[in-house]
């Protein structure tokens, strides 16, 4: 499985979750009495408060479209959201929140996009189909592809091409970049982390690998990967004597993708998954759809929340 191919069908299914920019920390919370399962929400981890003031140049675009995953929480940053007249499913933050969603996944109508009538929409290499971008550009309208980020060194230059797409300094998009990076709390030692992608109610159970989002995320939390330890491509199917040898401590899933499975009863009654500590003591984090692997200018924070929590249930 590719990762834009991934990543389109882990956000088939997101949506529907709020979030709220407080000048709270980030925090985690527990979401059942048995076992130690942890909650990260998308109101656990506040926007970066120095992003608030920025603003793009008065040249720039003045009605934004954002397909690309996390990139409406990057305009947020810039001081933008006023210009967001258009957003995908990634995008929740409450600033940019009144936005219409134009996408199902990365699935695109470009009916829906130019009736909002924008001057400028921002893309990455996940949105689809090509034809509706086609369809876009020739009716005037500039497209521009700014770079994935499945790790946290990629959230530099697509912050720069955000930036270069609206009109903001080099200065800004650093700073933003700085924030979103964070601090890295990395260790050989930490405890071992699998990462599954579920979605119950289309029998899809999928362990993250090496390249998946979720293993730099986890790095940098302090934790280690078990699927890129191992050596696993990105997204593989789970099954019980894979998932066994990997004999993780915690496992870490998105929040609808525990609900699809019938919450944590429901997880570890997937074959395999009790026969690991992480199962046997119920050790779970979930972390929002939209928040986890959007890589925007929250992910430091949400770094920080993780590696409290792994600190909690590890």
């Known amino acids: 499985m590719t990762l834009a191919a991934a990543l389109a069908s882990l956000l088939a299914a997101c949506g529907g979750m709020t979030a709220q ?29 120095s992003s608030a003031s920025r603003g793009p140049s ?8 954002s397909l690309a995953t996390g990139v409406g929480e990057t305009l947020a940053a810039f001081g933008a959201s006023e210009q967001v007249v258009g957003r995908d499913e990634t995008s929740n933050v409450p600033s940019i929140s009144g936005a219409p969603i134009v996408t199902k996944a990365h699935a695109v109508s470009a009916e829906r996009v130019l009736a909002l009538k ?26 521009v592809e700014v770079p994935e980020a499945w790790t946290l060194a990629d959230i530099g230059p697509r912050t720069a ?24 709390f990395a260790t050989p030692n930490g405890p071992r982390v699998a990462f599954l992608y579920l979605r119950g109610t289309s029998a899809v159970y999928l362990i993250g690998g090496k ?45 609808k993708g525990l609900e699809s499975v ?50 909690d249930v590890g």
């Open 58 to 65: 008065s040249a720039g675009a003045k009605r934004i479209v």
């Open 211 to 255: 390249g998946s989002g979720a293993d730099a995320l986890i790095e940098a939390a302090g934790g280690t990967d078990v699927g890129a330890a191992a050596g696993l491509d990105p997204f593989v199917p789970l099954t019980p004597e894979a998932f066994a040898t990997l004999q993780p401590d915690v496992v870490l899933v998105m929040t």
């Open 161 to 184: 091409a955000v930036a270069a797409a609206i009109g903001a300094s080099t200065a800004d998009a650093d700073k933003v970049a700085a924030e979103a990076t964070g601090r890295s």
């Open 118 to 143: 924008p001057d400028l929409v921002l893309v990455d290499a996940s949105t689809s189909p090509p034809e509706a971008l086609d369809q876009i550009r020739a009716a005037g309208v500039r497209v």
């Open 262 to 311: 019938g919450g944590v009863d429901g997880l570890v009654s997937l074959p395999g998954v009790a026969q690991t500590p992480a199962g046997a003591n119920r050790r779970v984090i979930a972390v929002d759809d939209t928040l986890l692997l959007s890589f925007g200018p929250r992910t430091g924070r949400l770094v920080e929340a993780l590696h409290s929590a792994l600190s």
């Open 21 to 49: 920019e407080s000048a709270s920390s980030p925090g985690a919370t527990d979401t059942a009495s048995r076992g130690s399962v942890r909650t990260i929400t998308s109101a656990d981890i506040s926007m970066p408060t």
